[in-house]
T-cell receptor, first 114, second 112 residues
Framework: DAGITQSPRHKVTETGTPVTLRCHQTENHRYMYWYRQDPGHGLRLIHYSYGVKDTDKGEVSDGYSVSRSKTEDFLLTLESATSSQTSVYFC?????????????FGEGSRLTVL | SQQGEEDPQALSIQEGENATMNCSYKTSINNLQWYRQNSGRGLVHLILIRSNEREKHSGRLRVTLDTSKKSSSLLITASRAADTASYFCATDANTGFQKLVFGTGTRLLVSP
């Protein structure tokens, strides 16, 4: 299994509070991604990173920010959580920038915003 | 918006039967991948097929790709209870970069 650890795995929070999810990898892969998974929508890309301090927006980036200060860590922050951000969040990593590489996924972080 | 849509949304079969699930996508692609997700777990890569390939095999998996119809199918032969999972197709949407766009998935239930 790829060395990807997401934390926390489960979190319940209240509307308006900040939340940070962490993805830690031990594979030294350059590319990291945050997806959210919701029923009926599959997985949707939030943000991705192509190197330390290099990040870009995905399909559903509103309300989210990311940071990558080290190769191994990719943080996803909800500045002020809303109920619509209740979801399961997956981190993924990839060794290759080419479009022929596979993604390796973490086990997910289930976030509930009350 | 979703690039891929899987069909059917859910499939229930008996062990030993074959399972076929389909994926349609909207824009041109460089490759298409299939992933499996067991309940409560992350996604696991199964197979990749390039846009210039029509068919690919991996063990009990057979994937076809029809770029003229913008569709792909995943066939699992001789299904086992352990194949019970959700299956997702993912495309690169011709971005030239590994920004995969996932479909909504097919839930497969294989009963003993």
């Amino acid at each position: 299994d790829a060395g990807i650890t997401q934390s926390p795995r489960h979190k319940v929070t209240e509307t308006g509070t900040p939340v940070t999810l962490r993805c830690h990898q031990t594979e030294n892969h350059r590319y990291m991604y945050w997806y959210r998974q919701d029923p009926g929508h599959g997985l949707r890309l939030i943000h991705y990173s192509y190197g330390v301090k290099d990040t870009d927006k995905g399909e559903v980036s509103d309300g989210y920010s990311v940071s990558r200060s080290k190769t191994e860590d990719f943080l996803l922050t909800l500045e002020s959580a809303t109920s619509s951000q209740t979801s399961v969040y997956f981190c993924a990593i990839s060794a290759s920038a080419s479009n022929t590489g596979e993604l390796f996924f973490g086990e997910g972080s289930r976030l509930t915003v009350l | 918006s979703q690039q891929g849509e899987e069909d059917p949304q859910a499939l229930s079969i008996q062990e030993g039967e074959n399972a076929t699930m389909n994926c349609s996508y909207k824009t041109s692609i460089n490759n298409l991948q299939w992933y499996r997700q067991n309940s409560g777990r992350g996604l696991v890569h199964l197979i990749l097929i390039r846009s210039n390939e029509r068919e690919k095999h991996s063990g009990r998996l057979r994937v076809t790709l029809d770029t003229s119809k913008k569709s792909s199918s995943l066939l699992i032969t001789a299904s086992r209870a352990a194949d019970t999972a959700s299956y997702f197709c993912a495309t690169d949407a011709n971005t030239g970069f590994q920004k995969l766009v996932f479909g909504t998935g097919t839930r497969l239930l294989v009963s003993p």
